[in-house]
């Protein structure tokens, strides 16, 4: 009986597990601003990705909304985005977990041109 509750306990654990890797990983526009362009960069480093608002239907992120990020792997990112009025702005530092959301904050948003 102690075998099989271990056994059961343990594939729930691998359950969940597997769960969480197959969730989306998400961006949260926690800004006032619509962005129109959302690129990822290893920390530190000018090598930025494909425009991650290309995943969304309208090809923008509403404030609130969460955008599916693809081909990122977990790790820090310095993020480059663009607002639909044409601002950009850069911020640093950012992580990006597995199956997880990740947010930018307005109060974030200090280099910006």
Same mark, same amino acid.
């Given at each position: 009986m102690r075998a099989c509750l271990i056994a059961l306990?343990?594939?729930a654990g691998m359950a969940a597990a597997d769960a969480q890797q197959q969730r989306p990983t998400r961006f949260w526009n926690l800004t006032r601003? =619509?962005?129109s362009e959302l690129s990822l960069a290893p920390a530190g480093s000018t090598d930025f990705g494909p425009n991650q608002c290309k995943n969304d239907k309208d090809g923008t992120?509403?404030?609130?909304?969460r955008l599916r990020? =693809?081909?990122v792997p977990p790790g820090t990112y310095d993020?480059?985005?663009k607002d639909v009025s044409g601002r950009q702005c850069l911020v640093r530092g950012v992580k990006v977990e597995a199956g997880e959301n990740f947010s930018i904050e307005e109060k974030e948003l200090t280099s910006c041109q």
């Open positions: 306990l343990w594939l601003h =619509t962005i992120v509403d404030p609130d909304e990020i =693809t081909g993020v480059r985005l």
